[in-house]
C-alpha cells in the first residue's frame, strides 16, 4: 500500500468531509482514509494495482469536490499555495478574499438595512430626511420600496455565491451541507421578497392598497442578503482564528534558509539549499541560520536551539559536534560538512511530523462524523416539518416561512467539524514548538489513557553517556586490567565499551590486538588477545562460561551494585583478573519528571538489563518504586505485552534500537530524541531535548487536548439541541419569543468562533519545566582498589558504601555466611518474586537476593544447609537447583 496526501477543495463544513470520507472509502483498494476539514487535506493508503491516484481525484470530483495530490514539501522551496504544508499560503489567501467579499457585502447590507428597517429605526428615535419618506414610505411607494432593497442585494448575493453554488450542487448530488442551509434560507428569502413584489404589483394595479401594504412589512430581502454577510463574518473571523492554528507550523518553516554558503575549491559561493548534498563543506557565520544537518570541522560558536528543541540557553559548539537545520549560529564563524539534506534534515522531519499530527484525525472524531453525516438531512427535514406544523395550527404563511428559514440558517455542523481538527493542530503545535512531537491525532488520544510508564534506565532515566569509576584488579596491575578491557571492548558499540575504550585512550595506553571478536547479546563480548580467550561482562557471561564467582568477586559486585555501578568482570585464559565498576549519571531532572507521574496518577517502571541490585539502587534515588531488571533487549516487548494483558495502558519511553519492538507494542510509544533513527521511527511521539520532563508534558498536553475537544463536542451539540427548538418557535405560544432568521445566522457563526476560539486557549497550555544546576567539571577519576582473590576482605574497602559497610559489620558480629546456589527455570520477575519468597522461608536464610539475569541467588544463613534441602524448597516453588 502506498501513502498519499491530497488537497481538496470546496468542503465548508463536517457534512463535506463526511461525504469525501465515504466516497473514497467506497473505492475497491483503498484504506486509512481520513479527511480533515481544517486542513482541506485527505490522507490515505492505496493500492496501486488496484487504483491510482487519479481515479481518486475522479471520485473526489464525481462526490462534488475538487482534488489533486499534495505537492511535497521542501526546504528549499519558496512557499507556494498547494505545496506548503497544511497549505498555509492558499489559505492567506482565501482569508484576502474573503474580506474583500465582506466588505462588498457590509457596503451594500447597510442600506438595505436602513431601507428595510426605516419604519423600526425611526420608531426608536432615530431620524431620517424627509425625501426619503416621500420616496419609500406609504403604500404608494411600496413597490419602489421593494425594488431598491432587491438590487441592493443582487451584489450581496453574487459575491457570494459559492454558497448558492456549492449548496444547491451538494443538494442535488443528495449530499447537502452546511452551504445547503445558508443557501437555501437566503435564496428562499429573495424568492419569497421577489413574490412579494408581484403581489404588491398587483395591489398597485388594481387599486388593492391594503394588499400591497400587507407584503410591504414581509420582503425578507435584508434577510437574504444579512444570513450570506453574517455566515461570512462568522466564516472570516473563524478563518483568521483557524490561521492561527498553523502558527508552530509556519514558524518551522521560517526557520529553513533559502540560501546556503558552500566551499568548493577554496571558494566560497552562495548557492539554494537545494543544491547542496551530503558531504558539502557549509560555511556559516555569526546571525545565520544552519540550512542543513551535519559535523563542524573548524570553528566554534554558541548556537540558539530554541526554536528546535525549546531550549532557551545557547548551546556551545566546537569541532566535532553536531548542528541541526534551523538553528541560529550566535557567535562565531564556522565550518561544517553536510550529513543530513533535503528532506532528511531535522527541521524537514520537524514540519512533516507536525504537518501530518494537525492532519490526522483522533478516534473521539468519530463521533463527530457520524453525526455530520446525518446533520444537514435531518435539519432540513425539521425546518420543513415546523413549518407545516405552524402552518396547520392556523400560523401565517410569513410566520411559517420565517421559522423554516431561521432552522435552516441556526443550525451549524460547522461546529461539530471543528471541534477535533482545530483542538489537534494547536496541540501539536504548541508541543512542537517545545520539543514535543506528536505524530498523531491517536496518539494525542491515547496519550491521555495512560497508566503506566515504562522506562528504559541508560539515555532515558540517565545521561547515557556512562564513565569508568571503579577499577578492581585481581593479580595484575590496574592499567593491564583496562588495557586487556579496552581490547575486548574495542570491537563493541556499546555505551559501557565507550566508557572503557576512552578511559584507555585519555591515560594513553596502550592497547593490545584483539582477534576473534565476538558479541554475547545482553551479557559481554569474546575474543582472544595475546593468544588467550579473554571475555569482559556480566555474571550470566560468568555462567555461559562456567566460571563461578568468587565470594569476593562476589561481595565486590555487591559493592558495586549499592553504588549504582554497573560491574564488567574481565577473564583471562579462564581466570578472573578484575571488575570495573561503569556508572551512568541520572538526568538532573529525572527525579522530578518521576515525581510529577506520580502526582498524575501514572506508575513509573524501570525496565533495565542491568543487574536487579544496580537497578534498584538507580531506582532508589529517583523515587521509582516498581522495577524490572535483568531483562535482555528481545524480552522488553514481552514485558510490556504483560502488562497491557492485565489491562494497562503502557506507554513505553526508549532511545535505541533495542527498544523499538517495546515502543511499537506500547499504547503510545515516546522515543528520546537524542537516540536512534530506529527508535523514533518505531514511536508515536518524540522528545527532542531528550528531556523526561517533556514526557510528564507530552502526557498533560494530550490530557488537556482530549478535554478541549470533548468540550468543544458538547457545546456543538448543546448549540444545535437548544438553537434548533428556539428557532422552531416552541417558546412562541407561551413567552412569545421567536429568533427571526437574521438572529439564527449570527448564532450560526458564532458558534463556530467559539469553538475555535476555545481551541486556540490551548495555545497558552504550559510546558513542565524544571531548572536544575549543571556544573561543568572534570570527572573524578576513579577509584582504584586491588582484590585479595583467595578470601573476602575481613574489612570493606575504602570504596565500600556506607550500606555495605554496615551490612558487612552486621554480617561479622553475627557471623553469619554467605551463599550463591544456582537456579533453573526463572523466566520472568515474577519468577524471581517467587524463588526469594521460598528461600526467604527457610530457617536460618535471610537477606535473599535474586538476579534473574545471572541465574543465581545470593543470601545470608546462621547454619550449613545441605543442597537436598534447597533442591526441595526451590522445587517445591516450581524451580530447579543449578
Known sequence: MQKETFNVTGMTCSACSARVERAVKKMEGTAEVSVNLLTNTMTLAYDAAVTSPAAIIAVVEDAGYGASIKGAPTAQSAPTAGTTPAGTDAAGKAIRAMRTRLLISILFLVPTVAISMSHTFAAWGIPYAPAFIDIFWGAKNALTFALVQFLLILPIMYVNRTYYVNGFRNLLHGAPNMDSLVGIGSMASALFGAFAMLRMSYGLGHGDLALTAEYSTNLYFESAGMIVTLITVGKYLEARAKGQTTDALRALMKLAPQEATVLLDGVELTVPVSALAAGDTIVVRPGARIPVDGTVTEGMTSVDESAVTGESMPVSKAAGDTVTSGTQNIEGTIRFTATRVGEDTTIRQLIRLVDEAGGSKAPIARLADRAAGVFVPVVIAIALLAGGVWLMM??????????????????????????????????????????????????????GGIDTVLMDKTGTLTEGRPRLTSIRPVGVTADDLTALAAALESGSEHPIAAAITAYAAAQGQSIPAAADFHAVFGKGVRARVGGADCAAGNAALLTELGIALPPAIETVRAEMAWRGETALIVVRAGQIVGLLGVRDAEKPTSAAAIAQMKAMGLTPVMLTGDDARTARTIANQLGITEVIAGVLPKDKQEHVKRLQSEGHRVAMIGDGVNDAPALVQADLGIAIGAGTDVAIESADAVLVRSDLLDAVSAIRLSRSVMRNIKENLFWAFFYNVIGIPLAAGVLYPAFGIKLSPMIGAAAMSLSSICVVLNALRLRFFSITKETAERTESAPAAPTIAPIDSDSAPDAPSPSITKAAAESAADRKEANLMEKTIHVKGMTCPHCVKHVTKALSGMDGVTDVAVSLEAGTASFKTSRDIPDSEYAAVLDDAGYELG
Not at 403 to 415: D, F, G, H, N, W
Open 394 to 447: 392556523g400560523a401565517s404563511l410569513e410566520f411559517a416561512f420565517s421559522i423554516t428559514i431561521s432552522i435552516l440558517v441556526i443550525s451549524c455542523p460547522c461546529a461539530l467539524g471543528l471541534a477535533t481538527p482545530v483542538a489537534i493542530m494547536v496541540g501539536t503545535g504548541r508541543g512542537a514548538a517545545h520539543g514535543i512531537l506528536i505524530k498523531s491525532g491517536t496518539a494525542l488520544e491515547t496519550a
